[in-house]
């Protein structure tokens, strides 16, 4: 089973950038599918973006609210995947997770079974 571990977030200001990377640990980071998801004070913890594990045909999916805006990819060699996050807005601010599950992506959180510790993106309007 692998473990994950995000980075890369912080405090930016309204139309900037940011780029996330979730590294995790272990050999068979190629069979899982990985997720973003995020989670702001006093809500729900909701979806991001997914991408399909490598032993399939590459697919992507996107929350509507970030299509366009944030990008989600994966480098089996280094064991990561990066959420590259564009034009940010205040309503993006929230804690992002990483996670993992065996088999085809789902957008449900509840889905997954394996998370990274989450890191805190703010954007300042």
């Not at 930016?12 to 780029?19: H, K, W």
């Not at 959420?83 to 993992?100: F, G, H, I, R, S």
């Amino acid at each position: 089973q692998v473990q994950l571990v995000e980075s890369g977030g912080g405090l930016v200001q309204a139309g900037g950038s940011l780029r996330l990377s979730c590294v995790a640990s272990g050999r068979t980071f190629s069979r899982y599918a990985m997720g973003w998801f995020r989670q702001a004070p006093g809500k729900e913890r909701e979806f991001v973006t997914a991408i399909t594990s490598s032993d399939r045909a590459s697919v992507t999916a996107h929350a509507d609210s970030v299509k366009g805006r944030l990008t989600i990819s994966r480098d089996d060699a280094r064991n990561t995947v990066n959420l590259q996050m564009n034009n940010l807005k205040p309503e993006d601010t929230a804690v992002y997770y990483c996670a993992a599950r065996i088999g085809s992506f789902s957008v449900s959180y509840l889905n997954y079974d394996i998370w990274g510790q989450g890191t805190q993106v703010t954007v300042s309007s």
